[in-house]
């Protein structure tokens, strides 16, 4: 299949226009034309071959993982899906299917490693996948999620990235009403992580470093606001949290946050990926606190956020961007000027 998207060449120069082909549908696969496409802080790094560390950048590089579109074709196997399907792809499009964790539905931590919607090899092929900076993609049967009859798709894209990150581990440590979680910043996960985290009916309290934000807090669903540069703040905050999820994604200090958890409470890193600086292990050992991390969820757990999302109306702040003004969205993001996702909108790229 031929299509068109935009492309790094390489770590220096802007994303451009880009020819290429899709595979050929085989027995299992579904073909989408995208309608929208949610841009991610990930696909920055990945552009400009900031995690070295982890593998390099595979030129050129087609990002985006946040993918909102309809199904134009499917597989003679493919009983899951049908032409003209409201769909979604999120961060990965294939893994081993064998192992517990893809038995237990974690694909996401397959242990032979799942197959990235981008920057990723096909696991047949070995060719480099392509994401949905582009106008078709071919997808595995099982990665392709129904899209919910009531959600909006020109917003919906940001959930299947920044959505599941900040959900799997709400999910994962029991959020419900009662629950006492606290959020750290309230950017593009963050944002989301308070009206999730409300969704689920938990008390939500706000941590960020500007008294200037309790306004826009509270507008997200937050029912308290705790100024980390207030001493007299975090002091009258301790013990008060069951969850925090830390959404801030550069190195910190995570000490003055484990301090605001109550005994037994778990910290959750889903912003920072890398190195930390050291902190205390005297709240932990006598609290029984936790500080842990977690990645995106799996497959089921991620159409149970789309779900959980339609029926109750919870939606990223998204500014709509065509195509041909990624990069310009690339430095805005880069810059913190976005309030709170970018979205592209594919009808641009044909109308090009």
Not at 75 to 104: E, L, M, N, W
Request: hydrophobic share 40%; aromatic share 6%; net charge negative.
């Amino acid at each position: 299949m031929k299509t068109i998207g935009y492309a790094a060449r390489d770590a220096k120069t802007p994303l451009a226009p880009y020819a290429f082909e899709r595979r050929a549908l085989r027995d299992n696969d579904v073909a989408l034309e995208i309608l929208y496409c949610g841009v991610c802080h990930s696909d920055l790094h990945q552009s400009r071959d900031d995690w070295k560390e982890w593998g390099p950048t595979l030129y050129p590089c087609v990002p985006g993982h946040e993918i909102i579109g309809q199904v134009v074709a499917v597989g003679p196997k493919v009983t899951r899906h049908k032409v003209g399907d409201a769909v979604a792809v999120g961060t990965i499009v294939d893994s081993c299917q064998q192992c517990d964790q893809c038995r237990r539905g974690e694909q996401q931590m397959c242990r032979e490693v799942p197959t990235l919607t981008y920057n990723g090899r096909d696991r047949l092929t070995c060719e480099t996948t392509h994401g949905g900076y582009s106008k078709h993609i071919v997808v595995r049967d099982e990665f392709v999620l129904r899209l919910p009859e009531g959600l909006d798709p020109s917003r919906a894209g940001p959930l299947l990235c920044a959505g599941i990150t900040v959900y799997s581990p709400l999910r994962t440590w029991n959020v419900g009403p009662g629950s006492r979680v606290g959020v750290v910043g309230i950017g593009g996960l963050g944002h989301l992580a308070v009206r999730l985290a409300a969704g689920l009916g938990a008390t939500v309290t706000v941590i960020t470093r500007s008294a200037a934000k309790a306004a826009e807090a509270k507008a997200l669903g937050a029912d308290h606001v705790i100024v980390s540069t207030s001493d007299e703040a975090m002091k009258a905050g301790a013990s008060s949290l069951d969850v925090i999820i830390d959404t801030v994604p550069v190195s910190h200090d995570v000490s003055p946050y484990v301090a605001l958890l109550d005994v037994e409470g778990v910290l959750v890193i889903v912003g920072n990926l890398g190195p930390v600086p050291a902190f205390s292990s005297l709240p932990l050992v006598m609290g029984r606190r936790r500080i842990t991390g977690s990645p995106v969820g799996g497959l089921p757990q991620t159409q149970e956020l789309l779900d959980f999302c339609a029926r109750k109306n919870i939606l990223p702040d998204c500014e709509i961007v065509p195509m041909q003004q990624i990069n310009e969205a690339f430095t805005r993001m880069d810059q913190g000027d976005v309030h709170y996702r970018f979205v592209i909108d594919m009808a641009s790229l044909t109308a090009a």
